[in-house]
């Protein structure tokens, strides 16, 4: 089942169908496990728009105004916004052109988490 952007929530298996709207150049970062290469994108369907980060090996590999289809990302929250992240368990298959519309009809809302900023949670009232 593909899931429509506007409806994603953080932790989740989620596949979506989009147009890649954005994409940025490969870079490396410092992660717990060691250093990283990734690169991020932003896709859209008819609902709205999802970052997206490609860890490893998947970094680079999406190209601006392709359609693809991404099965198996996770969500999570960053800054109040649901994004996926891609990894090597990550499937992305390349679509044909028909499958998403043109980015003018793409929506810029992007899907919120349940986070709230400047908060945190714990306990049994939230405090």
């Given at each position: 089942?593909?899931?429509?952007?506007?409806?994603?929530r953080?932790?989740?298996?989620?596949?979506?169908?989009?147009?890649?709207?954005?994409?940025?150049?490969?870079?490396?970062?410092?992660?717990?496990?060691?250093?990283?290469?990734?690169?991020?994108?932003?896709?859209?369907?008819?609902?709205?728009?999802?970052?997206?980060?490609?860890?490893?090996e998947?970094?680079?590999?999406?190209?601006?105004?392709?359609?693809?289809?991404?099965?198996?990302?996770?969500?999570?929250?960053?800054r109040?916004?649901?994004?996926?992240n891609?990894?090597?368990?990550?499937?992305?298959?390349?679509?044909?052109?028909?499958?998403?519309?043109p980015?003018?009809?793409?929506?810029?809302?992007?899907?919120?988490?349940?986070?709230?900023?400047?908060?945190r949670?714990?306990?049994?009232?939230?405090?």
């Amino acid at each position: 089942m593909v899931d429509k952007i506007k409806d994603l929530r953080e932790k989740r298996s989620v596949t979506v169908k989009g147009r890649v709207l954005e994409v940025s150049e490969k870079r490396t970062v410092q992660t717990k496990y060691g250093p990283a290469e990734l690169s991020e994108a932003v896709i859209g369907d008819e609902t709205g728009r999802v970052k997206v980060t490609l860890w490893r090996e998947k970094a680079g590999t999406l190209k601006e105004g392709e359609v693809v289809e991404i099965r198996d990302g996770w969500t999570t929250s960053y800054r109040g916004e649901v994004q996926i992240n891609v990894n090597k368990r990550t499937e992305i298959i390349k679509l044909d052109d028909s499958e998403a519309p043109p980015p003018e009809e793409i929506p810029e809302d992007r899907p919120k988490s349940g986070e709230r900023r400047g908060r945190r949670s714990g306990g049994r009232f939230g405090h």
